[in-house]
């Protein structure tokens, strides 16, 4: 199966569209098939902003069901297009590019690594478990396991008030060597900009455009993995979590936590757009954003380790529907 290129149009056109998320690059073609184009390194897959999402749905696009809010939905299943999947799991690389006096919230940094700390083990990358590899001829599955791998804040300027790809694609080359961490399938490394940044990936902006985006890049010979992550809290309309939900957190820290495990799960199930996602493009995390889970008190829908988060439920094959 080829995965679409979608470029980005009004609500009116919409209607005639088939979308799911956004790959933004060049064609992509499966990795199992025998024809089409090679895998293009630097490609990337975006979370669309609420409005984009909610606008495909109200229009009826027929997206694969992003999510069972969709008009008539009748979920199709992801499918697997030959690529690799993190089968051992993910060991996550948190770099919090924050450059002199700018701001985030007081607990951001520290609840993101604590997530990243608590999710492997847990429901929620437990849905991750049903997708695989396929290895000679057996197949692999995910492991639900994660770690952080480590953690750097870079105080260093942000070269222009509107960041690009490449500008991404360079803090985590430039992290990766200051640290020593290790790339390749299996590390993921997820690039956290302070509030007011922007960021556009080929004409397409966050906050207007998209959420966060996941993809990958070629680095001499290794693979890396890599997901660029705006601050939702400059934006929480467009990025932010369901109305009226409480937050355990705080809501800008909740709101890029969910972000942030919809790029993990769609990192570890489709980690160079060549795995898991279903006819229209759509991967695990699409066809659930901005749905949740039942609520507690204190607004969490998933409590692990103690620790509350709300975050988005992850489509699960087995049973058609959004899962936490």
Wanted: hydrophobic fraction near 35%; include cysteine; glycine fraction near 12%.
């Amino acid at each position: 199966m080829k995965k679409p290129v979608v470029l980005f149009m009004s609500v009116a056109a919409l209607a005639g569209a088939v979308v799911g998320g956004a790959v933004m690059g060049g064609t992509k073609a499966s990795a199992a098939g025998s024809s089409g184009p090679a895998a293009v390194r630097g490609q990337a897959h975006m979370l669309l902003t609420r409005s984009l999402l909610q606008a495909q749905r109200s229009v009826g696009v027929a997206t694969g069901c992003l999510g069972t809010l969709s008009p008539g939905c009748v979920p199709v299943p992801l499918q697997y297009n030959g690529g690799p999947v993190e089968a051992s799991g993910s060991s996550n690389y948190l770099i919090f590019w924050e450059p002199t006096g700018s701001v985030v919230a007081s607990n951001y940094n520290s609840t993101l690594q604590q997530f990243f700390g608590d999710v492997g083990g847990s429901t929620l990358y437990g849905v991750a478990s049903q997708y695989y590899q396929t290895n000679g001829s057996s197949n692999q599955f995910i492991a639900n396991t994660a770690s952080v791998g480590g953690a750097w804040t870079d105080t260093t300027a942000y070269p222009s008030g509107t960041l690009q790809d490449t500008d991404i694609q360079n803090e985590v080359q430039k992290a990766v060597k200051a640290n020593n961490w290790s790339t390749g399938i299996g590390s993921e490394f997820f690039v956290y900009l302070a509030k007011g940044e922007n960021e556009c990936l080929n004409g397409s902006c966050s906050f207007s455009t998209f959420c966060a985006y996941h993809g990958d890049f070629a680095s001499g010979s290794s693979t890396v993995l890599y997901a660029a992550m705006p601050y939702a809290g400059t934006n929480l309309s467009g990025c932010g979590i369901q109305s009226g939900a409480g937050t355990p957190n705080g809501p800008d820290t909740d709101a890029e936590i969910s972000i942030a495990s919809h790029e993990l799960m769609e990192t570890v199930t489709d980690p160079t757009l060549t795995a898991w996602f279903d006819a229209t493009g759509a991967e695990i995390g699409d066809k659930c954003a901005y749905t949740y889970g039942p609520t507690s008190s204190n607004g969490s829908d998933i409590t692990i380790h103690a620790h509350p988060y709300i975050v988005q439920e992850e489509f699960d094959n087995a049973n058609l529907g959004c899962s936490i």
